[in-house]
C-alpha cells in the first residue's frame, strides 16, 4: 500500500508560480510511475504530467513549456514547478502512482493510488 500526500497549493495571481510536491510512503519509490493530474469544479479529472521510473517525462498540451515535473527518489518526493500560472489551472491537484509498467500515463485508471489533492486557485 501507497499513501500520497500533496503540498504546496495555495492562491496566486496570474503569471504567478507555485511548486506542488508529494511525499510517498514505502521504500520502493524509485520503481514508481509517478503522475499529477486535476480536477476543476464541475469537470473531469483530468492529466497534466507524469514522470516514469526512469526519469522520462509527460505533460498536457495545457502544461507543456509552463509546468516541470521532478522527482527526488531519496526524499520519496514528486514535484510539480508550475510556472505562468493562468486562471484556468485553477483546480485540486492529485497526485497518483503507480508501481507497474504500462505504456500509458495520460489515463486515471493508469494509476493505483492516489493522494487527497491540493487545491490550487489563479486570480485574474
Known amino acids: 500500500q501507497v499513501q500520497l500526500v500533496e503540498s504546496g497549493g495555495g492562491l496566486v495571481q496570474a503569471g504567478g508560480s507555485l511548486r506542488l510536491s508529494c511525499v510517498a510512503s514505502g521504500r520502493t519509490f524509485s520503481r514508481y510511475s509517478m503522475g499529477w493530474f486535476r480536477q476543476a469544479p464541475g469537470k473531469e479529472r483530468e492529466f497534466v504530467s507524469a514522470i516514469s521510473w526512469s526519469g522520462s517525462t509527460y505533460y498536457a498540451d495545457s502544461a507543456k513549456g509552463r509546468f516541470t515535473i521532478a522527482r527526488d527518489n531519496a526524499k520519496n518526493t514528486v514535484s510539480l514547478q508550475m510556472n505562468s500560472l493562468k486562471p484556468e489551472d485553477t483546480a485540486v491537484y492529485y497526485c497518483?502512482?503507480?508501481?507497474?509498467?504500462?505504456?500509458?500515463?495520460?489515463?486515471?485508471?493508469?494509476?493505483?493510488?492516489w493522494g487527497q489533492g491540493t487545491q490550487v486557485t489563479v486570480s485574474s
Open positions: 497518483a502512482a503507480r508501481s507497474y509498467y504500462s505504456p500509458n500515463y495520460a489515463g486515471i485508471n493508469d494509476y493505483d493510488y
